[in-house]
């Protein structure tokens, strides 16, 4: 009786031309269905395994750097000279010859000898800091290429699963050859341009998912937790890695990359049973859910295709480009410590590899852990409906940016022996940032035009992956010598983003739906005094042909 009475409520929701109103929804808000065990929460979880598999397959290199690449020594006395680059044997040579007692004709040979036996006993690569950059650039070429498409592509097809599938096989085949070509370093180049191509296309394809598996007052949650495996991923690859780089098989850090493989591969496996690009084609969802997630799918618009992008619109809108100028700044940050973080603990703070494995994970279990809270706080709020969406999402930004700007530039003041601290801080901006991920501009997206999500995200993803292949460069050029006076212009210049970006958010940020992401002839009603906004679509009627 009751499923008929929420039928009956649908049948006249559908029939409005108008987006739902609070007591139109009044009688299927009591027939909420329960999210644990759900199909939206498995979806949910196999995100958060997705987007783990594509950090570790991104990350895996950032750590295995510090093991892969020669390190070669040559003592004499008590100098040790540590070298990674082609000017080793002439310079070990010049020292050699220039030592009191040289006698060319009775230590040339025995010089040779010991020269040799040096090479031959250190494993690696011979990349110096230059290849080394290239190298973690590399997959943000790719990246940033394939973003907007992989978010057209998820809109016009109204479906993911497919492009999920296609990416993540992709990758797995690139990171299980990894070890193999990693000798030549310009196919090694073009395999990690080639991964980021592919997890490019992947990436819009998840939000876009949430739009059509969420009701809006849960949709934080929902989402928080199918990100959470980027920073999962963040605090595992680098102990993991650490790990495999000591014990790992197959000589230690190829582990690395053939572990990544064969998660992608298990994920590949699962998806193609437990991934559905929508409600209506899951063939094991319950009445009760399906009933109740019916209201929140997207309607077509008349007389238009299926999600015909409105360009116009979108490229002249205000509240996009903010989206892309706080997307790109707060991934400055963000990519200065993944690229950089472990040579960062390295060259200035001095910790070994066990160390340096277990501390440079700290941020990321710290992000962690607010990541999940923060994404259901935001929703908590959202329900008292406190204040406007967009100044709730203003608030959020705000301190999502601040916290590490301020972190970043205490640790640029702080000596060796804060070093603990300088972990501490880095932690704190991390956990800080994604304060602004869950509550502030990351999710707006879907405020501005739900539809158009994939796009959108595409956009901002395009924009902001930017610091992601320019970051490892710029590190490179600020320091040379790997000293903390030369790291402290490093974080000076992303300190300094993160505030620029919590300004712009703060004066020109809205949540508000845009005009152009409404039904053709439909006034502008959904201000964002209303913090509950979902929108019926007539083609998520199972029983429609």
Request: glycine letters at 8%; hydrophobic letters at 45%; proline letters at 5%.
């Amino acid at each position: 009786m009751a499923i008929d009475e929420d039928m009956e409520a649908l049948r006249k929701i559908s029939t409005t031309s108008s987006c739902p109103t609070e007591s139109s929804l009044a009688p299927l808000r009591r027939r909420r269905a329960r999210l644990w065990l759900s199909c939206r929460l498995n979806l949910a979880l196999m995100c958060l395994a997705a987007t783990f598999t594509f950090f570790l397959m991104r990350l895996n290199l950032s750590f295995a750097l510090v093991c892969m690449v020669r390190e070669l020594r040559y003592v004499n006395d008590t100098t040790v000279v540590a070298i990674s680059n082609d000017s080793f044997r002439d310079d070990i040579t010049t020292r050699f010859v220039s030592s009191p007692g040289y006698d060319s004709a009775e230590q040339t040979d025995s010089f040779d000898d010991d020269l040799r036996h040096i090479f031959d006993e250190e494993d690696g690569l011979d990349w110096n800091k230059e290849v080394q950059g290239s190298m973690l650039s590399a997959f943000y070429y790719g990246f940033w290429v394939t973003q907007v498409f992989g978010g057209w592509l998820s809109d016009r097809m109204a479906g993911s699963k497919a492009i999920l599938i296609l990416a993540m096989s992709t990758m797995s085949v690139i990171s299980l050859l990894s070890p193999f070509l990693a000798q030549w370093s310009r196919m090694f180049f073009f395999l990690r341009l080639t991964l980021g191509l592919a997890s490019g296309l992947a990436l819009p394809t998840i939000q876009p998912l949430f739009s059509r598996w969420s009701a809006p007052d849960e949709r934080g949650t929902l989402i928080g937790l199918a990100f959470a495996g980027f920073t999962l991923g963040s605090s595992i690859t680098f102990p993991l890695s650490g790990f495999l780089c000591e014990y790992g098989f197959a000589g230690g850090w190829p582990s690395i990359f053939y572990l990544s493989g064969l998660l992608g591969v298990i994920w590949v496996v699962l998806a193609i049973f437990l991934v559905h690009d929508s409600p209506e084609t899951h063939p094991r969802i319950t009445n009760d859910e399906l009933t109740f997630l019916e209201p929140y799918c997207l309607k077509k618009q008349p007389g238009k295709k299926y999600n015909s992008i409105p360009w116009k619109g979108i490229l002249t809108s205000g509240p996009v480009h903010t989206i892309n100028v706080s997307q790109f700044c707060l991934n400055w940050g963000f990519y200065t410590l993944i690229s950089g973080l472990p040579i960062f603990m390295k060259e200035a703070l001095k910790f070994d590899i066990t160390q340096n494995g277990l501390l440079s994970s700290m941020p990321y279990a710290a992000a962690l852990v607010v990541h999940l809270v923060a994404g259901k706080f935001f929703d908590w709020c959202r329900g008292k409906q406190l204040c406007s969406l967009t100044w709730l999402r203003k608030i959020f930004n705000t301190v999502g940016f601040l916290l590490p700007a301020c972190s970043f530039f205490i640790v640029c003041q702080l000596t060796f022996e804060w070093r603990y601290i300088a972990v501490f801080l880095l932690a704190l901006s991390q956990a800080g940032s994604e304060i602004a991920i869950m509550g502030g501009f990351m999710l707006s997206n879907i405020d501005l035009a739900p539809q158009y999500s994939g796009v959108l995200q595409g956009i901002s993803n395009t924009i902001g992956t930017v610091p992601g292949f320019v970051s490892p460069i710029v590190i490179a050029y600020l320091t040379p010598s790997g000293s903390a006076s030369e790291w402290a212009n490093v974080f000076y210049i992303s300190g300094s983003l993160y505030i620029f970006g919590a300004l712009v958010y703060l004066i020109f940020g809205s949540s508000e739906r845009q005009k152009w992401a409404l039904p053709s002839g439909a006034d502008i009603q959904e201000k964002d005094t209303r913090l509950f906004q979902p929108t019926v679509s007539p083609i998520c009627n199972r029983n429609e042909s």
